[in-house]
């Protein structure tokens, strides 16, 4: 059927524009909000990021940091390739150490072998080799650190024999998040 010339235009048409338009905001705006829960949900169980140490390869570098009331978590950023067996992960090494001045605070050793949670994007796997990026929290403490104050941690990054490719080995310092 034609429309009359000057008749009001279909409200039909009018109707399901309505309806789409509703649906937009009742369904879509509600999930992208529940996904962008999820991310900082899972960005904040890491923790605050409070210093970053870039590394491409084993070597030493260096972060300043202020020391937070709740302690300081140590978090591997890998980004590589690996041999093993299911859930293994590149064996990455980092000795600390905290300074302050010409002063030595604590030193550790903090291992990918110790570790505890893990939040990885991508990671392929072709037999027994892996391929990927994922953040790893490390099971090491530095201990007595001044809280309140700044320090300096000089950091020595080494791999291990599962790694046949290393493209990036930084370390994340994160405010430590309560148990």
């Known amino acids: 059927m034609t429309p009359r010339p000057g008749a009001p235009p279909d409200t039909e048409a009018k109707k399901q524009s309505v309806l789409l338009y509703l649906l ?3 369904v879509c705006v509600p999930l992208f909000g529940l996904s962008i829960a999820v991310a900082l949900a899972l960005g904040a169980g890491r923790g605050e990021l409070l210093a970053a140490a870039p ?3 084993p070597g030493v570098t260096r972060m300043r940091l202020r020391v937070p009331p ?3 978590s140590w978090w591997a950023d890998l980004e590589a ?3 093993g067996s299911r859930g293994a992960m590149p064996e990455v090494s980092y000795e600390l150490e905290a300074r302050q001045g010409a002063r030595s605070l604590a ?7 110790e570790r505890g949670s893990s939040f990885c994007g ?3 796997k072709v037999g027994a080799k892996f391929s990927g990026d994922c953040e790893v929290e490390l099971r090491c403490e ?3 650190l001044p809280v309140g104050e700044e320090v300096e941690i000089v950091i020595r990054g080494s ?3 599962n790694v046949t490719e290393m493209r990036q080995m930084s370390l994340n310092a994160r405010e430590r998040r309560a148990p």
């Open 142 to 144: 530095l201990a007595g």
């Open 159 to 161: 791999t291990g024999a």
């Open 81 to 83: 390739s690996w041999r």
């Open 122 to 124: 991508i990671v392929s």
């Open 24 to 26: 937009g905001v009742f």
């Open 107 to 113: 030193s550790t050793t903090c291992k990918t072998g």
């Open 55 to 57: 590394l491409a390869g």
């Open 70 to 72: 709740g302690g300081v």
